[in-house]
T-cell receptor, first 115, second 115 residues
Framework: NAGVTQTPKFQVLKTGQSMTLQCAQDMNHEYMSWYRQDPGMGLRLIHYSVGAGITDQGEVPNGYNVSRSTTEDFPLRLLSAAPSQTSVYFC??????????????FGEGSWLTVV | AQSVAQPEDQVNVAEGNPLTVKCTYSVSGNPYLFWYVQYPNRGLQFLLKYITGDNLVKGSYGFEAEFNKSQTSFHLKKPSALVSDSALYFCAVRDRGSTLGRLYFGRGTQLTVWP
């Protein structure tokens, strides 16, 4: 049981490049989400999904796309990287969206630098 | 609008002394409340949560938190701090009635325990 797995852990991109951050969970969780962490700002929700085939925008969705073709995987795509997207990205999941008391589990993070 | 405040950016305590990391929240209705800990270059680890019932919640690594509805607070406490407790601590709230399912995070409090 690996929990929530993110790759890559570190990445440097040039402005305008695109890339995909991978996220997989092996806990059969329905709910998955992506957050970004910036100094002094806590974590902010980018996109989320309540099940395969269903995604929606969070607080800061601009410049990012997601898809959820399977229950296990929830990749985050940066379409055209900008320096403002330099951040630490966390994927998270929980068992069921319907019970908001369920604990959300986080991956180890992906450190992204856009130059 | 939902929000979480951690009024102290840093908390410094000596090993063996009690520690408190403060958190207040503003959310419509009754919230679910969480504490997470982040060690350097790592993901967020779940510590404890308040769902309902006893206002004193016990969690991992000897931590506990007290839910105070009248003061809208959920302070994290530990009777005797360890150097290994030094980390970044996040308070988070999840709205029971939310269709977004997201966590709202505070900005984090850096705890340093001196030997």
């Amino acid at each position: 049981n690996a929990g929530v797995t993110q790759t890559p852990k570190f990445q440097v991109l040039k402005t305008g490049q695109s890339m995909t951050l991978q996220c997989a969970q092996d806990m059969n969780h329905e709910y998955m989400s992506w957050y970004r962490q910036d100094p002094g700002m806590g974590l902010r929700l980018i996109h989320y999904s309540v099940g395969a085939g269903i995604t929606d925008q969070g607080e800061v969705p601009n410049g990012y796309n997601v898809s959820r073709s399977t229950t296990e995987d929830f990749p985050l795509r940066l379409l055209s990287a900008a320096p403002s997207q330099t951040s630490v990205y966390f994927c998270a999941s929980s068992y069921s969206f319907e019970s908001s008391g369920n604990t959300i589990y986080f991956g180890e993070g992906s450190w992204l630098t856009v130059v | 609008a939902q929000s979480v405040a951690q009024p102290e950016d840093q908390v410094n305590v000596a090993e063996g002394n009690p520690l408190t990391v403060k958190c207040t929240y503003s959310v419509s209705g009754n919230p679910y409340l969480f504490w997470y800990v982040q060690y350097p270059n790592r993901g967020l680890q779940f510590l404890l949560k308040y769902i309902t019932g006893d206002n004193l919640v016990k969690g991992s690594y000897g931590f506990e938190a007290e839910f105070n509805k009248s003061q809208t607070s959920f302070h994290l406490k530990k009777p005797s701090a360890l150097v290994s407790d030094s980390a970044l601590y996040f308070c988070a709230v999840r709205d029971r009635g939310s269709t977004l399912g997201r966590l709202y995070f505070g900005r984090g409090t850096q705890l340093t325990v001196w030997p």
